[in-house]
């Protein structure tokens, strides 16, 4: 069974910073892409960046520049970092990881991320 386990999320200040982090435990094997998705009240889950085997990354327009997505697909960890956060910011954040033998997409459980003064 795989668990996608995520840390780091919290309450923060507008300008402040956080790093998430997820690792991937379980049996899983070839990984196609690491991600972080949002939801924020009220509103759809949304991508927030996303990381390949190839290493080439993707953002969320509102987030470049800000947010920086890595991985280690061998560790089956990545990471977001996340500075000059903002009010429009604040969500529960998923991580997400592809696989493409066999296909499937897997879930964290949520990390909550508050930005607030």
């Known amino acids: 069974q795989v668990q996608l386990v995520e840390s780091g999320g919290g309450l923060v200040q507008p300008g402040g910073s956080l790093r998430l982090s997820c690792v991937a435990a379980g049996s899983i094997f070839s990984i196609n892409t690491l991600g972080w998705y949002r939801q924020a009240p009220g509103k759809q889950r949304e991508l927030v960046a996303t990381?390949?085997?190839?290493?080439?990354?993707n953002y969320e327009d509102s987030v470049k520049g800000r947010f920086t997505i890595s991985g280690d697909i061998a560790k089956n960890t990545v990471y977001l970092q996340m500075n000059s956060l903002k009010l429009e910011d604040t969500a529960v954040y998923y991580c997400?990881?592809?696989?493409?033998?066999?296909?499937?997409?897997?879930w964290g459980q949520g990390t909550q991320v508050t930005v607030s003064s």
């Open positions: 990381i390949t085997r190839g290493y080439i990354t």
């Open positions: 997400y990881v592809h696989t493409s033998w066999p296909v499937n997409d897997y």
